[in-house]
């Protein structure tokens, strides 16, 4: 018996579902990071205002 030949076809990859998994997995991070960013804003909403809104300004009199 002969040993199996090793071909080519092993290593072969399927380059339109390797951009659809890119893609994928982008679109969970950007999910994730949304979701994240989110979640601190309800936690802590006054973080995100800067402090200068807080300030009176001064007018002469």
């Not at 090793?6 to 990071?33: I, Q, T, W």
């Given at each position: 018996?002969?040993?199996?030949?090793?071909?080519?076809?092993?290593?072969?990859?399927?380059?339109?579902?390797?951009?659809a998994l890119?893609?994928?997995?982008?679109?969970?991070?950007?999910?994730?990071?949304?979701?994240?960013?989110?979640?601190?804003?309800?936690?802590?909403?006054?973080?995100?205002?800067?402090v200068s809104?807080?300030?009176?300004?001064?007018t002469e009199?």
């Amino acid at each position: 018996m002969d040993p199996p030949v090793v071909s080519g076809a092993r290593f072969e990859v399927d380059v339109d579902l390797g951009f659809a998994l890119f893609f994928f997995l982008l679109l969970c991070f950007f999910l994730l990071v949304t979701i994240v960013r989110c979640a601190h804003l309800v936690l802590d909403p006054y973080s995100s205002v800067s402090v200068s809104t807080y300030q009176e300004e001064d007018t002469e009199e």
